[in-house]
């Protein structure tokens, strides 16, 4: 099973506040922990909302582009990962050993992947390109 564990974002994380060397060592350390477990399929930190945008989508309208920062924090993203875990209960045991060294997190969001197994209506063709995509990107 594939998972996201995104890092939701806090008010210090969107005001720039850098991890002190004791987190980042910390963190590197847990990384390094999870690419030898062979889970740790990928992952990065975000830059503040303020350096980013928002495209908002309606049925109705051409996409509205908004500027960030965006006011709603405990929304945001300030990072993540993406585990290979063979259930939830280990993404979950893992989630809970995340560094916290200097409290700049605040909680994270663990999600599964969708797969084509998921979808009713996923037609011979579609698969096919989606299976040619994945093959062209790597992934």
Not at 48 to 54: A, F, L, N
Not at 90 to 98: E, G, P
Not at 113 to 134: C, G, S, Y
Request: avoid cysteine; charged fraction near 25%.
């Amino acid at each position: 099973m594939r998972v996201m564990v995104m890092m939701k974002g806090t008010a210090a994380i969107e005001q720039g506040v850098q991890p002190s060397a004791a987190l980042m060592t910390d963190m590197m350390a847990f990384n390094e922990e999870l690419v030898n477990a062979g889970m740790m399929l990928g992952g990065d930190g975000l830059q503040p909302s303020s350096k980013g945008k928002r495209v908002v989508f309606s049925a109705d309208a051409a996409p509205t582009v908004y500027d960030g920062p965006f006011a709603e924090t405990k929304e945001l993203i300030a990072g993540y990962w993406v585990w290979e875990v063979p259930d939830m209960d280990t993404a979950v045991a893992w989630a809970r050993r995340i560094p916290n060294t200097d409290g700049l997190h605040g909680e994270v969001e663990i999600r599964p992947f969708i797969t084509f197994e998921d979808f009713d209506n996923m037609t011979p063709e579609i698969a096919a390109k989606e299976q040619e995509l994945r093959e062209r990107t790597g992934g």
